[in-house]
């Protein structure tokens, strides 16, 4: 099983970046897909980004050209790169292993206007 811990959340205005960090345990890190998701209030939560071991990349339209995933296998870690953040980026933002379903515990964004 696999251990995910993120950081970086906070609170920011509109415009403004944040980075999140998910930093993994377990030597399945270099061979797997990296995630992450995100979870608004009263909202489903949805894949906002992916990234294989090869570092092909995957994101969400609504993301697209503003957010960046990146993972350093070395240092077992995946990160997200927020730019231009927007109110409605607001949410919990989950790291996931998909194929193990393995979960962060979350870190909440906070984009005011």
């Known amino acids: 099983q696999v251990q995910l811990v993120e950081s970086g959340g906070g609170l920011v205005q509109a415009g403004g970046s944040l980075r999140l960090s998910c930093a993994a345990s377990?030597?399945?890190?270099?061979?797997?897909?990296m995630a992450w998701y995100r979870q608004a209030p009263g909202k489903q939560r949805e894949l906002v980004a992916i990234?294989?071991?090869?570092?092909?990349?995957t994101y969400a339209d609504s993301v697209k050209g503003r957010f960046t995933i990146s993972r350093d296998n070395r240092e077992n870690t995946v990160y997200l790169q927020m730019n231009s953040l927007k109110p409605e980026d607001t949410a919990v933002y989950y790291c996931?292993?998909?194929?193990?379903?393995?979960w962060g515990q979350g870190t909440q964004v906070t984009v005011s206007s």
């Open positions: 996931a292993v998909p194929n193990l379903g393995s």
């Open positions: 990234i294989t071991r090869g570092g092909t990349t």
């Open positions: 377990g030597s399945i890190f270099s061979i797997a897909p």
